[in-house]
């Protein structure tokens, strides 16, 4: 047997899945009728202990939607140096948000409110205010350190009582629950927003959830935004690969059946 351990989204699906997949309800997606779908986001809110959750194809859609929801164009993103939303992700906080990322570095990855609050920055005649803190739990290049409870409530009480909102990018946000031995629930329940993704620690291959109060369908001004960019990228590999086969507009079906199957009950 090889363990392959390049990556922990290095996996493929089981039969079990892949029957899983094959025999899903769905529906169109569009107009909220896929009742897979419509399950899968209704199951991860529950875990997540929030209004709302939203299927997305990818981790960094999802962070890239929550930066949307939170920011206008021209504030800055707090987060740690290392992290993900900032080195990894195609610069997408510029491109879709037209925000700049304000950086902390932290040795553990895991920022703290003292550090935060000197960086936050009001309106002003010079620099761009602060529009979001992003924090990363666990913490991918610090080696998968996980947030102490009581270090998010405190972030996240700060922030709150300056006006701004916290998004947490949770790609691995069950190994912190298994670390500290509490619920996702808890762990998530002081930030506005949170990204988890499927295809990490949970072992589907594809597919990462956004749950949150903001992602509630029709509730934000930014909605329609959001929700065309995330509709729009499940039917893209449709006209990209799919059309020759003649089964392309399943793309985005299969995706979100993947993700359906491996969410734990
Ligand atoms: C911490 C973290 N956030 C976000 C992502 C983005 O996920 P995706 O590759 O599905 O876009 C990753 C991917 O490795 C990650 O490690």
């Known amino acids: 047997m090889i363990i392959d351990l390049r990556s922990d989204t290095v996996t493929k699906p089981t039969p079990a899945m892949r029957r899983a997949m094959a025999e899903a309800e769905v529906g169109d997606d569009v107009y909220g ?3 897979t779908v419509n399950r899968l986001e209704q199951r991860a809110a529950e875990i997540a202990g929030k209004e709302a959750a939203l299927f997305v194809p990818t981790g960094t859609m999802g962070n890239t939607i929550a930066v949307k929801l939170h920011t206008e164009h021209g504030q800055e993103v707090i987060c740690e140096a290392r992290g993900h939303v ?3 992700e195609l610069a997408m906080m510029a491109w879709f948000s037209g925000c700049v990322a304000r950086p902390i570095f932290a040795q553990s990855g895991i920022l703290r409110w003292e550090q935060i609050r000197p960086e936050i920055r009001p309106l002003g005649p010079h620099w761009a205010p602060t529009g979001l803190i992003e924090i990363e739990n666990t913490h991918n290049m610090a080696g998968g350190t996980v947030y102490p409870l009581d270090v998010i409530r405190e972030i996240a009480d700060g922030a709150h009582e300056l006006g701004l909102k916290v998004h947490m990018d949770g790609a691995r946000v069950f190994n912190a629950a298994e670390a500290l031995g509490r619920p996702v629930r808890e762990i998530v329940a002081p930030v506005d927003t949170v990204m988890f993704c499927l295809s ?4 589907a291959p594809v597919g990462s959830m956004l749950a949150g109060r903001a992602v509630q369908r029709h509730q934000c001004p930014r909605d329609a935004h959001c929700h065309a960019l995330r509709r ?15 089964g392309g507009r399943r793309y985005g079906t299969r995706a979100r059946r993947l993700s359906y199957t491996y969410l734990p009950e």
């Open 232 to 246: 729009g990228s499940c039917r893209l590999p449709a006209g990209a690969g799919g059309d020759r086969a003649g």
């Open 200 to 203: 990490k620690a949970l072992g």
């Open 86 to 88: 900032l080195n990894y």
């Open 33 to 35: 009728e896929d009742p």
